[in-house]
């Protein structure tokens, strides 16, 4: 796993958390938020996960 996988995958949860957080308290504005997050942690592992698919086929 990269740094960017890494970093990714905590964004998603920290997100994931936020926006339970939101539910909980019911502030749409931190769920909305908690859900953009995780959204944007998603999106950074996929890239990592691209990255390291061409790390590994040699087209760095």
Do not use: F, P, T, Y
């Not at 995958?9 to 936020?18: I, L, Y």
């Not at 942690?41 to 990255?51: C, F, I, P, R, V």
Request: avoid cysteine.
């Amino acid at each position: 796993m990269n740094k960017q996988q890494v970093k990714g995958s905590v964004k998603e949860a920290a997100g994931e958390v936020q926006e339970q957080a939101g539910k909980l308290i019911g502030s749409k504005e931190q769920e909305v938020k908690g859900h953009a997050r995780e959204q944007a942690g998603k999106a950074e592992k996929k890239s990592g996960d691209l990255k390291g698919v061409l790390r590994e086929s040699g087209r760095h």
